[in-house]
């Protein structure tokens, strides 16, 4: 198990930090800015953070780690990520080794630790994915055969399952499932699993007071904007069954591979597909939809067909098993290079799976080397959205960083900026000199000193409301 391990986590740190990219700006924007921002000072904030629409869980969590790496701050966030998302992994392979059989649980702990999404999503700084990893946790601690749970693995899960949902408010029906499961596999001796939920669910509320004024202010303000007021609906909607063309366009004929495994391990365990089904339900009544937010769904899937294919490896030879599993992987790396970033349904765009390594792979890149120029004290995004870049997570400067869609803005502020991030089909009049470019990006240079600049982004980004916020569309 060690060496799958291990094994898993170098390949989810390795994609992460050897091809960077961003599935979708808030994983930047809602968690590792935030978490640059207490931890350096700097940071830019989006709507949420004004309005006060989030916890503070995980970006403090994250600022934490930011604060005591130093300089080495991506990394180490990356790495520590990578670990958490490991739980399936070490949870499905538990889950077979407890009949003694390890060859299938090597093979189940290979086929969820290889499936391509969660190796691109697991060091994703996203509440949903973060969200799925303790989910699968407390199943896997009610998932106990027939051996009735201890108070401790109860009292686990039931802190594990708040937690998940203090992350992701939308997963709660997955708590009320949780609690059936606990009230059925422990004899109905639920004490533990619900006093540590509710331990877990107070402080998540005082962290609110402390941090927003009130407690659980952040999960009333979300409610309110998404459900009374329907501001997701401004980002765009999909039908109910755009989840199911997502999943079938990202898995394609895979896809039935996947079923048919998740379909026999349910034979052994059903939960994880009850789980999955129940995301997959209250996430597609919702108009507002992008894939990232069934990550769970699909965390559980997957790990159902971990438990299939260990119900499988004992009856067939062992030589078929083993080539069986490499067929595995290789069906997820040929998915990984063929799925695009965006799916389109019915002419409404449903934000993809993100796998494509280079999306706003230049965003983040030119920032780092915006970063690294010296002197530097001012930063222009000319005809850049902030959203399509890495932000000070990216740049970690103590600078100034400023906005221009208007070529006069630019001529008026060149006094203030000695840098600037622009389309690489834009030509900057001197005194700038091209430094160099990433891809779709440039970077631009001028020597001389600075002013401070009209408008600092670190102060204000606009109308807060999503509407003033237009999103990529790919």
């Known amino acids: 198990m060690l060496v799958i391990a291990g094994c898993a986590v170098l390949v989810r740190i390795a994609v992460a930090l050897a091809f960077p990219n961003v599935a979708w700006p808030d994983e930047i924007f809602q968690t590792a800015e935030q978490a640059h921002r207490i931890a350096f000072g700097d940071g830019l904030v989006p709507w949420e953070f004004r309005e006060g629409a989030r916890s503070w869980l995980l970006p403090g969590v994250l600022a934490a780690i930011d604060r005591a790496s130093g300089p080495a701050y991506l990394p180490v966030t990356v790495t520590a990520l990578a670990a958490v998302s490991l739980i399936p992994v070490i949870a499905v392979f538990r889950a077979v080794v407890r009949r003694g059989a390890l060859l299938p649980a090597a093979i189940a702990a290979i086929v969820v630790a290889s499936w391509f999404e969660l190796v691109y999503y697991g060091p994703k700084a ?19 055969d027939r051996t009735p749970a201890s108070r401790r693995q109860l009292a686990a899960a039931g802190a594990l399952a708040a937690l998940a949902i203090g992350l ?18 422990a004899d109905r001796r639920v004490a533990p699993f619900v006093i540590a939920g509710l331990v877990v669910v ?37 039908p109910w069954w755009g989840y199911l063309a997502a999943l079938a366009r990202t898995w394609q004929l895979g896809g039935l591979v996947v079923l048919a495994l998740a379909l026999v391990g349910a034979r052994r365990d059903r939960w994880p597909l009850v789980l999955a089904a129940v995301i997959l339900v209250t996430h597609s009544v919702i108009g507002h939809k992008e894939y990232r937010f069934i990550v769970p769904a699909i965390v559980l899937v997957i790990y159902s067909a971990g438990l299939g294919a260990a119900e499988l490896v004992p ?3 062992r030589s078929v098993a083993v080539l069986c599993t ?149």
């Not at 992701?168 to 596999?185: E, K, N, T």
């Not at 459900?227 to 765009?236: A, K, M, P, T, V």
């Open 168 to 185: 992701r408010i939308h997963l709660a029906p997955c708590g009320l499932v949780l609690l059936g499961l606990a009230w059925r596999r």
């Open 326 to 474: 490499v067929a595995w992987c290789a069906l997820s790396f040929g998915l990984a290079l063929r799925v695009d970033t965006s799916m389109t349904t019915l002419g409404v765009q449903l934000t993809g799976s993100g796998w494509q390594l280079d999306h706003q792979r230049d965003g983040l890149v030119i920032m780092r080397r915006a970063g690294a120029l010296e002197p530097l004290c001012g930063l222009g995004l000319v005809e850049v959205p902030w959203y399509l870049t890495g932000g000070y997570t990216w740049f970690d400067r103590h600078v100034p960083m400023e906005s221009i869609f208007d070529p006069g803005v630019l001529a008026r502020e060149t006094a203030a900026l000695d840098a600037l991030v622009a389309p690489a089909t834009i030509a900057i009049a001197p005194p700038y000199t091209r430094v160099g470019c990433e891809g779709q990006l440039c970077l631009w240079h001028r020597d001389g000193p600075c002013v401070a600049p009209a408008h600092d982004l670190r102060d204000a980004l606009g109308d807060p409301s999503p509407s003033s916020v237009v999103m990529p569309q790919r």
């Open 315 to 317: 009856r067939v030879r």
């Open 126 to 144: 996203l509440n949903e994915v973060v969200a799925a990893h303790l989910l699968v946790g407390a199943l896997a601690l009610l998932a106990f």
């Open 202 to 238: 107070l402080g998540l509320g005082a962290l609110d007071w402390v941090t927003w004024g009130s407690p659980f202010a952040s999960y009333v303000t979300t409610i309110r904007f998404n459900l009374i007021e329907g501001r997701s609906q401004l980002f765009g909607t999909s």
